[in-house]
């Protein structure tokens, strides 16, 4: 194995076994549960309509 080789499998490892952790490991903050790398507040819905809302005002 060339040098890249092995380092691109050193990664790989290093990245799976963080992911394991943290799949067993809940109640630990790691890197891949951290609330502020996954939360990103969700999708905000807007309207986007070019025309003003109408109101039904009886």
């Known amino acids: 194995?060339?040098?890249?080789?092995v380092s691109i499998v050193e990664a790989w490892?290093?990245?799976e076994s963080l992911?394991?952790?943290t799949?067993?490991?809940q109640?630990?903050?790691m890197a891949l549960n951290h609330p502020q790398c996954?939360?990103?507040g969700g999708v905000?819905?807007?309207n986007i309509l070019f025309l003003p809302k109408l109101h039904n005002h009886c």
């Open 27 to 29: 109640d630990v903050e």
């Open 38 to 40: 996954n939360n990103d």
């Open 13 to 15: 490892v290093a990245y």
């Open 44 to 46: 905000k819905k807007r």
């Open 1 to 5: 194995m060339t040098k890249l080789e």
């Open 23 to 25: 799949m067993y490991l």
């Open 19 to 21: 992911a394991l952790c």
